[in-house]
Structure formats: C-alpha cells, structure tokens
C-alpha cells in the first residue's frame, strides 16, 4: 500500500475519531451545541436590531428632502418651461436619487389645501416660485449637495434640514456603535465560555492524550479528532442557531404586524438569510475549532 | 541503548537534586534492572529516557537521539523507538482491548493491513489470544499490563522502559511478568524495568544498577542487596 493511501487510511481514522469523540461524549457535545446556538442567537438579535433601526432611520432620510427654489428674473416669471429644462442639470449632481419638480401653480394649490382658501385670499401665484424636491443618499452628503445646488445656474435658494440630517447621523452612528460594542463583548464571552466547556470536555481525555504522546503521537495527530470536533459542533451550533434566529424574528415579526405595520416596516428574514446564515456558520467553525484547540493546548506540553 | 554522561537534573520548583553526575550505559539486547528506594531518583532518570523532563547538564543519548538538543518535533519520532510500560497500565477505558494496541500503530501511520496483521500476533506472544473485545476494566490487573506491554511492542521498539510495572500485581502474577519481559529481552528488545522488589529482581540473574539520593551507587551482577550494603 503507497504512502498516499496510508495517509488517506490515518485522516479517515482521525476524522471517525473527531464523530467518535462527539458520541461518547454526548452531553458535553450537546453543551456546547447549545452555548454556540445562544451565542449566536444573542448577538444576531442585536445585530437584527440594529439593521432595523438603521433600515427605519434611512427610511426618515428619504423623507427629508432638499427643496432649491428656481430664481425668477428681476422683473420677469421664469416660464414653467425654462424652469423645468434644469432638470438635467440637478440630475447630474452627485448623490441625487431623485428629482421631482413642482411648478408655483401646483405650489399655491398645496398651499391653498393645506391652510384653506380663506386665508389665501387675494395672494397671486407669482409670490410663489418654480421649485423642485430632491432626495439624496447618503444623507451625509447633504452640505455639499446643498452647495452643488447653489452653484447651479437659474437656482436661487436651497433650502435643507441640516439639523434633522445631523440628528439621523448621530442616532444612526451611535446604534451602529452601541451595536458593535456588544456584539465584540459577546464574542469574547463565548469564546470564553466555549473554551471552557470544551476545557471541561477535554479534562477527562488528558490521560487519553497522554498515552497518545507516550507512544509518539505527534501533536498534530492528536489535535485533528479535536478539530474535527469542534468543527462539526461549530457547524450544528451555526446551522441550529440560524434556524432558531429565523423562528425568533418571524415571531416578532408577526406580533409587531399587526400592532405596528404602518410605521414599523421590518426588513424581511429572506433578505438577510444568507448573510446571516454565512455569518452563523463562520462564528460557529471560528468558536469551535479556537475552543477544541485552545482547550487541549495545555496537555500537549508533554 | 541508553547513555548518560555527568547528568545532572534539579526540579524547577522544588530545586532539589534529582539526579546529580549520573554515569550509565545500556547496551542493545541487554536486560536491566534499575532498583533504589522510592525518591531515589529512578522516576526522574526514566523521564530523562522518555523526554518527559530533559537534564540541566551532562550528555542523555537514547536510541541515537540525543536527548539534550531535541526539538519538540522530533520527540514523537524518538518515543516510537521506545516501549513504555507503566505501573498503572494506562489503558483508554472505552477502547477494548484490540483498539487499546491497534491504537499505538494508528499513530504512526501503520495500514489497516498492517494491523490486522500484526495486532493478533503480539497479543497472542503476551499471552492474551480471544481478550480482543473485551474493555479493560473486564481485565485482572495481571492482563491489564500485558495489553499495556503489546500496546508498547507492537511497533518493534528497540527498547521497552517499564517503570514499576508489577506495583499493582501479586507475586505469582509478577513473577509471570517478569517471565514475559525476558521472553521480549530474548527476541532481541533491550529491556529496562525499573522496580524495588528484591524478591523479583534477586530471581533472575541479570544485570542490576542500583541508585541512592541521585547518584548511582553500584552496578553489576550481584543483584539487588548491594544497595543494603551501603
């Protein structure tokens, strides 16, 4: 039998090992299982969380619009015509999304709506001016645009909320922050606690793993079983806490539609489904293959 | 073959002297016995062999390697020139009795074939043909330690170490031990057994080294009460 064989011979006996492993050692398998799945399911309800709050938070930034005036001549009203040949222009400008023009007619009619005929009693539509609403993305964006505005020939006044932009920034920023803090806590506790179990689970093998050494097992025939443990733990882990996350956020997703549908719109599961599923699977190999070969470190100092 | 040159061995902790200026030579094919009260030195000396610990001075050559310049990497290398045998077996208990040898040639590589082959054979020289499903702790103490010595034959060592191997067994069960090592010396393996029973050890007429407060205090073929003398 050739060397290639041997080889295939040992890692297939080192791969039934790790299953082996996982077997016999039933309920510290299914700890661990259940520690990763909790991890996950923590930190991907905090990562959900804040993914919707930034959702509804851009949801608001595209409500808030850019109003730029069209300037009329000294003495003489802009045609709705030459007013809307600047469309283009304002379309070309980086970060525009879009453009939608309101000439002073439509302007003195929602007016006239909003605050009742009374009131505008005797008031020309020549007080009002051409004008178009633009949304922008990103919202950051929204000084230089405004400036882009400006500079823009036929555009006189633009007018822009920069305060409520610099208010979404922040709320954004800080949930994005707050977010990131918790989700890196969670990590190092679940590492930590993974680590701890497979500790826990690798304590009654010290003598197994030191008879391995005596009869000159090198390290890396002695760590792969482990590594193939925490690898299909990390995997059962993932695969089980994504399905769990996904049963989690329907739920709420339910209970909130009917309550809330018209103002909170959750982003749907199927969106973000593989991306978290990748995510789940990644943390999960990362937390059990780290734990199975940091737990076992120790007695391979021999 | 065993070699030691002025070694000296202190434990970190402690700072006792373990061993101090250790001279000795074990030749291939001889059989020795390593005797001296508990705390003598003899369990540090067989760490010294294993590479389990490695001398603050002097020279430690086993089976060609030499034991004070070897790099981790090659340890697993060096161990499987060696046979180990401990006082308290150290078998895997959820492996019976077949897996529990097969397992030692698992480890450095052997085919499936190769096991087969050569795993009845060595149970049936210990003497423990038809035991191969049985787990260990099915097992008397006597043909516990004889899967622990066809655990440490079954790759051809050079050398077998047996460290206190009939501490846990009654006369007659150690006398039938030491029977097979000497079997095991004759096809050619160089055994060392270290022990204090001078019952066993005055039995067979065998070379003794005897050691004392870590140093080697006699040498030779006159047996075990040359270290009372002293």
């Known amino acids: ?302 | 073959m065993v070699r030691f040159d002025k070694v000296k061995l202190t434990y970190d902790n402690s700072g006792t002297l373990a061993l101090d200026g250790v001279d000795l030579k074990v030749d291939e094919g001889e059989f020795v016995f390593l005797v001296g009260p508990s705390g003598s030195g003899k369990t540090s000396l067989m760490k010294l062999i294993t590479g389990e610990v490695r001398a603050d001075s002097g020279r430690v050559i086993v089976n060609d390697f030499d034991m004070m310049r070897i790099r981790r990497r090659k340890l697993p290398k060096m161990r499987r020139t060696l046979g180990v045998v401990f006082q308290d077996y150290r078998l895997i208990e959820n492996m019976n009795v077949y897996d529990n040898v097969a397992f030692a040639m698992r480890v450095v590589g052997a085919s499936s074939r190769e096991i087969r082959r050569r795993v009845p054979y060595v149970l049936e020289l210990v003497g423990l043909e038809g035991t191969e499903k049985r787990l260990p702790t099915e097992l008397s103490g006597g043909e516990q330690q004889r899967v622990a010595i066809a655990r440490a034959l079954v790759n051809n060592p050079r050398m077998i170490v047996a460290d206190e191997p009939t501490g846990n067994l009654d006369p007659v069960r150690s006398l039938e031990l030491m029977l097979l090592f000497e079997k095991i010396n004759e096809m050619g393996t160089t055994v060392l057994v270290v022990t204090h029973e001078k019952e066993l050890v005055n039995a067979f007429a065998k070379r003794v080294i005897t050691i004392n407060d870590g140093h080697v205090i006699s040498d030779g073929m006159d047996g075990y009460f040359s270290y009372e003398i002293q």
């Open chain 1, 1 to 302: 039998m050739g060397i290639s064989a041997m080889r295939f011979n040992r890692g297939g006996y080192l791969i039934r090992e790790g299953f082996r492993s996982i077997k016999t050692h039933g309920l510290m398998s299914f700890a661990t299982v259940t520690i990763i799945m909790a991890c996950l399911i923590i930190m991907g309800s905090v990562a959900l969380l804040s993914v919707n709050i930034s959702h509804l938070i851009k949801d608001l930034e595209k409500q808030n619009e850019i109003v730029a005036y069209v300037e009329d001549e000294d003495d003489t009203y802009i045609e709705e015509e030459a007013a809307r040949s600047l469309e283009p222009a304002i379309r070309a400008i980086p970060n525009v999304t879009n453009v939608r023009f309101v000439s002073r007619s439509e302007a003195m009619k929602n007016y006239m709506d909003k605050l009742g005929k009374e009131l505008m009693e005797g008031i020309d539509e020549t007080v009002f001016r051409h004008r178009f609403y633009i949304n922008i993305d990103p919202i950051e964006a929204l000084a230089e645009t405004k400036a882009a505005l400006e500079a823009t020939p036929g555009i006189g006044t633009v007018r822009a909320q920069q305060d409520y932009a610099n208010t979404f920034i922040r709320i954004r920023n800080i949930v994005t922050l707050v977010a990131v803090i918790l989700m890196a806590i969670l990590v190092f506790v679940s590492m930590f606690i993974m680590s701890n179990t497979i500790k826990l689970a690798t304590f009654s093998r010290r003598e197994e793993i030191a008879i391995m050494k005596m009869v000159g097992a090198s390290n890396g025939f002695i760590r792969l079983p482990f590594v193939v443990e925490g690898l299909v733990l990390g995997i059962l882990g993932g695969g089980l806490g994504f399905l769990a996350q996904w049963g989690l956020y329907e739920l709420v997703e339910n209970s909130l539609g009917s309550a809330l549908s018209d103002i909170v719109q959750l982003v749907p599961f199927m969106t973000m489904a593989p991306t978290i599923l990748a995510i789940f699977l990644g943390i999960g190999v990362v937390i059990g293959v780290f734990g199975g070969v940091n737990a076992i470190r120790n007695y391979l100092k021999v």
